[in-house]
T-cell receptor
């Protein structure tokens, strides 16, 4: 049963620290999406890739967030420096043949 | 451009009653439509999808949705609610391969379904 995996599942860090979240998309999927979910803002698209190339990262604060796909099996989202307002659940999703997206379990980030 | 409106942020039903969650969409191209479910502390799970084949789509857990182009709607239904259906449900639309939005989904704000015994 193919699934998207994300690590870590939970992360607690202090303000100013670097945070790296990792995602392994489903093998064979060529699109990868990063979302952030909060109670106040709901589900927000941060960035997405097609064939490892960034297509759109307009939803991401550029000064502190960066997203990359070093290879087809790994996508990363980094926050440096982290701030309390970054506390949220971050989801990765990979795209199937009919444009459906399969979501990972998420990384719950708490910045104190 | 695509947009999705989910009517009702909260829906409450009794166990065994009909579930109806409403979704209306706007799309400049023939849409692909999806329903997702999110249980507490979990990721979004695909319930069903419409990809321009049959207008009545059956999904997992007894849910189905009907694509109505004339009404720009894609409402989700289940004949008999179960306690385990309590979750948040999201409707989403995709332009498919159109333009620079390749594969991008636009989500509704979500509807929280509560099921009473």
């Amino acid at each position: 049963d193919a699934r998207v995996t994300q690590t870590p599942r939970h992360k607690v860090t202090e303000m100013g620290q670097e945070v790296t979240m990792r995602c392994q998309p489903i093998l064979g999927h060529n699109t990868v999406f990063w979302y952030r979910q909060t109670m106040m803002q709901g589900l927000e698209l941060l960035a997405y890739f097609r064939n490892r190339a960034p297509l759109d990262d307009s939803g991401m604060p550029k000064d502190r967030f960066s997203a990359e796909m070093p290879d087809a099996t790994l996508a990363t989202l980094k926050i440096q420096p982290s701030e309390p307002r970054d506390s949220a659940v971050y989801f990765c999703a990979s795209g199937g043949r009919n444009y459906e997206q399969y979501f990972g379990p998420g990384t719950r980030l708490t910045v104190t | 451009a695509q947009s999705v409106t989910q009517l009702g942020s909260h829906v409450s039903v009794s166990e065994g009653a009909l579930v109806l969650l409403r979704c209306n969409y706007s799309s400049s191209v023939p849409p692909y439509l999806f329903w997702y479910v999110q249980y507490p502390n979990q990721g979004l799970q695909l319930l069903l999808k419409y990809t321009s084949a049959a207008t009545l789509v059956k999904g997992i857990n007894g849910f189905e949705a009907e694509f109505k182009k004339s009404e720009t709607s894609f409402h989700l239904t289940k004949p008999s609610a179960h306690m385990s259906d309590a979750a948040e449900y999201f409707c989403a639309v995709s332009a498919g391969a159109g333009g620079t939005s390749y594969g991008k989904l636009t989500f509704g704000q979500g509807t929280i379904l509560t099921v009473h015994p």
